[in-house]
């Protein structure tokens, strides 16, 4: 398939990244799913299709906004991340949003949560699951990877991938801390115009929304587009 680029010829798990086989996405935030994910769900959801479970609401990136208070800023992040899945070619119903308190995953009940993700998961009747990498160093992201191994042990019926995003970005020695893995390496290519519309659809990252918060948090432009426009990187989970 155009933009398959796999280490082995009959790699067991071809099928879900050639889109003919469901899997759902773990997002710690709104934005995750399109930077490290996009053409993957493009490929699904031209196909067998796909569901992306946002764990938090997204609304602690600009702490100093009076304007954009953290209610109000995520609603506008949910929205947000509904807008990029239509880009990606999916609905609304493609997505469950959690709501979690953003940058704080740490305090929630990791049974309450890793339960609900098994209820919902299994609701989509995927078997494979995408999860951020554990050497993301954003706690966030660690959290979800950890809620991730812990639904492993009792679903061991299930597939569990890792994608990165910070490591991918802050880890000068990312390409020798992965290449144990055997990772798959997914170029975009018919995808990533459909995948920098989905990016663009996350405004309030970019720094187009909020005006009074100059500390407030933006994806860096080098950031944005090594994701938007080089190959997606994933490995079966360690």
């Known amino acids: ?22 899997f759902v996405v773990l ?23 796909a569901h992306v479970i ?15 208070p953290p209610e109000r800023l995520g609603v506008l992040r949910c929205a947000e991340l509904t807008r990029a ?4 070619g999916g609905t609304a119903r493609n997505l469950t949003w959690m709501g979690l308190p953003d940058a704080a995953l740490y305090r929630v009940d990791p049974q309450d949560v890793t339960a609900r993700l098994e209820k919902t998961i299994a609701r989509t009747g995927a078997r ?8 993301d160093h954003h706690e966030d992201h660690q959290a ?6 812990a639904l492993r042990t009792k679903r061991p019926d299930w597939i569990f991938h890792s994608y990165p995003v910070w490591s991918r970005w802050d880890d000068p020695d990312f390409a020798n801390s992965i290449a144990p893995y055997a990772p798959i390496f997914l ?4 995808h990533e115009a459909r995948k920098r519309t989905a990016i663009a659809a996350h405004r309030s990252q970019l720094g187009q929304v909020v005006a009074d918060d100059p500390l407030g948090f ?4 080098g950031f944005i587009e090594r994701f938007a426009s080089e190959d997606e990187i994933f490995w079966r989970m360690p």
């Open 54 to 68: 946002c764990l938090t609401n997204g609304s602690a990136s600009h702490p100093g906004s009076r304007a954009w």
């Open 85 to 88: 899945i239509e880009c990606l």
């Open 27 to 49: 997002a710690p935030h709104p934005d995750d799913e399109s930077l490290a994910c996009g053409a993957l769900l493009a490929r699904a959801f031209a196909g067998a299709g």
């Open 144 to 149: 979800t990877a950890a809620f991730a191994t």
């Open 187 to 190: 170029a975009p290519e018919e």
């Open 128 to 135: 494979h699951v995408f999860v951020p990498a554990r050497e």
């Open 1 to 22: 398939m155009g933009g398959l680029r796999m280490n082995v010829a009959d790699h067991p798990d071809q099928a879900v990244f050639e889109g003919r086989e469901k």
């Open 218 to 221: 933006v994806l860096p432009s």
